[in-house]
């Protein structure tokens, strides 16, 4: 049996695994395996043996369908809620860019919510929505900034977008991974959808880069 400490990400095993204890007790959290295919692949020593004879079917009584479905079922519960953030962060914006920046990422909200829904339905499931502490965290952070800073200043609206950045820089790793782990799913479609849906994420981050750029810094500096 296996235990993790996440402080130290040390992985301590019992007598049962003593023998292979010091191979896989890591500081940084990192597997490492005996096997010289697995050493310099990176991939563990039962995946290095077995992924060349079997490759994931779509079995959804399978650890990888449901990780998947789960991480799934977590963004899902994101973009649902975003929706509310959004709404806030529009209604809080001192210009009117900015503003009409969250409410375009609204708009995109709801069809990704739709994109989400299709993926579950690829994926032979039904959407379902669980409660996302990351997401949770980051739109109570939209409050604080809304209550810590002044109405109709921009620096109200360089905090909305530092607080909307850490929004989509979320939503980027969790695609960008669900994206490249769809690549060993049967039907390519889902990664396709995750795809576009990432796409639009990096577009949404880029924008209010480039706002933050434009003006919204240098004169939340200057008021
Ligand atoms: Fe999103
Ligand atoms: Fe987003």
Not at 34 to 57: C, D, L, N, P, W
Not at 149 to 173: C, W
Request: aromatic share 8%.
């Amino acid at each position: 049996m296996k235990t993790y400490d996440n402080d130290e990400k040390e992985v301590k095993t019992d007598k049962s695994d003593r023998k292979s204890e010091s191979t896989i007790t890591t500081k940084t959290g990192t597997r490492k395996t005996t096997t010289a295919k697995a050493k310099t692949t990176g991939v563990s020593k039962s995946t290095a043996s077995t992924a060349s004879k079997s490759r994931y079917t779509g079995d959804a009584e399978s650890d990888f369908h449901t990780f998947f479905v789960d991480a799934l079922k977590d963004i899902y519960w994101a973009e649902l809620h975003l929706k509310k953030g959004l709404v806030k962060m529009c209604k809080a914006s001192t210009t009117e860019q900015l503003s009409e920046a969250f409410s375009k990422h609204y708009d995109e909200g709801d069809q990704q919510i739709a994109e989400l829904e299709t993926v579950f339905s690829l994926l032979g499931e039904k959407s379902e929505a669980k409660r996302c502490e990351a997401m949770a965290g980051l739109l109570e952070e939209v409050e604080s900034i809304i209550s810590d800073t002044k109405r109709n200043s921009f620096v109200r609206d360089a905090g909305l977008i530092l607080a909307a950045q850490k929004v989509e820089h979320y939503e980027i790793a969790t695609y960008g991974t669900l994206y490249a782990l769809a690549a060993y799913l049967p039907d390519k479609k889902v990664q396709k959808v995750l795809g576009a849906i990432l796409a639009e994420e990096k577009k949404t981050d880029i924008a209010l880069t480039k706002l933050a750029e434009e003006f919204i810094n240098e004169c939340a500096a200057v008021e």
